[in-house]
């Protein structure tokens, strides 16, 4: 599983899921500690209470239990309030019990002191559900209260959902803060993150000027950290363009050095007689088109990954569709090509590649040829579709002649194959084309037309302007 393409997506969701889970952990956290706290403090009022209850009763007149504990809190007076102090006697002490006006005649269970045992303070804590219904937390001691032994279990609960009523308040405060907060730094981290990637963006618009041919190196003023690769770039844009160069130099030299010899041979054929003069033109025709041929080949290999290398296409069609309708008047040639479409290779290979194929189709065609130039969905057959080339261009030529019987197709593009002798041509066409496609990691295939006659298919590279 891949992540987003972008960047800029990428690190805004990392920051986004880090800080989202960052503020959930941090809101358990706090929730937790404010609930040992408030849990705490709720079992330390229980306790101050109990010891202000023990304070204030003693043993009167008659062996009673006499005092009114006065606890400054009035839900121990208010009836069914979950909040009680009950005093009983214990053992052979028969006084009579007291309790706060809030619990009334009602009772409160007493668990075993083997299930809740008193701790080294002699306390206990337990929670109950009083007669009213109310989750309670009481809090228990056994005291003595004379010289005589007398003793008696004094008793203080609290009402439990008081204190988680004060929870969830404060969780509620407590996540509408965090929200708040969250949604707050998310804002500022996205600006932060957008603003720090400038940088980025502005090589990126500088590429796409390279790419385009509006620029031919990166170009502005950049961070200190992206610098060293703008400067990488623009050395390997240079180093490229010296290769190029130093390429068609030696391509030219060739040519030139070649050019001579082979045209004196020519020259010299004719003066010989005709069955070896024929023979020793021939030889020197196909020596100039293999040395033409390879010429080509390393012309384009020199340059076929450079950036630098690009051919808008309708300029270039438009031109070659005006020189065949005015070399074939009584033909019909339709163009249509996508807008903006560019060609990453040099305009004379497409100008000879295109020119070929409409050349080939105006000889055989009926009434008309049919040109189309569109975004083509992949790569060649064999080709990863992560190649050097991320997008290419489907390149059509139809005609309506009488076209090629499925046996043929494969055997049209040979170099010299010709099916019909008594049309001019050397049969070196279509085997050119193919070279041309092949040199520019492209592909070219023949197929039946729906038009009637053959539909020619060039897959070639093109240069997309969004590198993003």
């Not at 009167?60 to 809190?73: F, H, K, M, S, V």
């Not at 050349?359 to 083509?376: K, M, Q």
Request: proline share 5%; glycine share 8%; net charge neutral.
């Amino acid at each position: 599983m891949t992540g987003p393409r972008s960047l800029t997506a990428r690190v805004l969701l990392l920051a986004t899921l880090w800080s989202g889970l960052a503020l959930v952990v941090i809101a358990l956290v706090i929730s937790a500690l404010y609930r040992q706290s408030a849990e705490r403090a709720f079992t330390d009022l229980l306790r101050a209470q109990l010891y202000n209850v023990i304070n204030s009763v003693s043993i009167g007149e008659g062996n009673n239990l006499a005092g009114n504990p006065q606890l400054g809190d009035l839900r121990y007076s208010q009836p069914e309030t979950g909040w009680y102090w009950i005093i009983e006697p214990l053992g052979t002490f028969a006084a009579a019990p007291l309790s706060s006006p809030s619990l009334g005649v009602s009772k409160i269970a007493v668990p075993s002191i083997l299930n809740v045992p008193f701790n080294n303070r002699y306390e206990r804590f337990y929670p109950v559900v009083d007669a009213f219904g109310n989750n309670v937390l009481v809090a228990e001691t056994e005291v003595v209260l004379d010289s005589q032994g007398r003793a008696a279990r004094f008793r203080v609960a609290g009402n439990l959902d008081a204190m988680e009523e004060d929870i969830a308040t404060f969780n509620r405060s407590l996540y509408i803060a965090l929200v708040v907060f969250g949604l707050g730094s998310l804002v500022v981290n996205g600006g932060a993150i957008l603003f720090g990637l400038q940088p980025l963006d502005r090589a990126r618009r500088a590429l796409e000027r390279i790419r385009r041919g509006d620029a031919e190196r990166l170009e502005g003023e950049f961070p200190r950290e992206v610098l060293p690769l703008v400067n990488e770039i623009n050395a390997l844009i240079e180093s490229n363009r010296r290769i190029v160069d130093r390429a068609r130099m030696q391509v030219g030299n060739l040519a030139h050095s070649l050019k001579t010899p082979l045209a004196v041979l020519l020259n010299e054929a004719r003066s010989l007689e005709a069955t070896q003069g024929e023979l020793m033109r021939s030889q020197a025709e196909a020596m100039q088109a293999q040395v033409q041929s390879y010429l080509n080949r390393a012309r384009i290999a020199a340059q076929r990954e450079s950036v630098l290398v690009r051919t808008e296409v309708e300029p270039v069609l438009e031109r070659l569709v005006r020189v065949m309708r005015r070399l074939n008047p009584e033909r019909e040639f339709s163009l249509s090509v996508s807008p903006g479409a560019v060609l990453a290779m040099e305009q004379q290979d497409v100008e000879e590649t295109v020119g070929n194929l409409l050349e080939n189709a105006a000889r055989f065609c009926r009434t008309g040829v049919w040109l189309s130039v569109a975004a083509a969905a992949g790569p060649p057959a064999g080709e990863p579709a992560d190649t050097i080339r991320r997008t290419w261009l489907e390149v059509v030529v139809e005609d309506d002649g009488p076209g090629l019987e499925p046996g043929q197709l494969g055997e049209a593009m040979k170099r010299g194959r010709r099916f019909d002798e008594s049309r001019p041509g050397a049969g070196l066409g279509l085997s050119i084309v193919s070279e041309i496609a092949g040199e520019y990691q492209g592909s070219f295939g023949l197929q039946r037309s729906e038009k009637g006659g053959l539909r020619a298919t060039l897959l070639l590279p093109s240069v997309t302007k969004d590198v993003a």
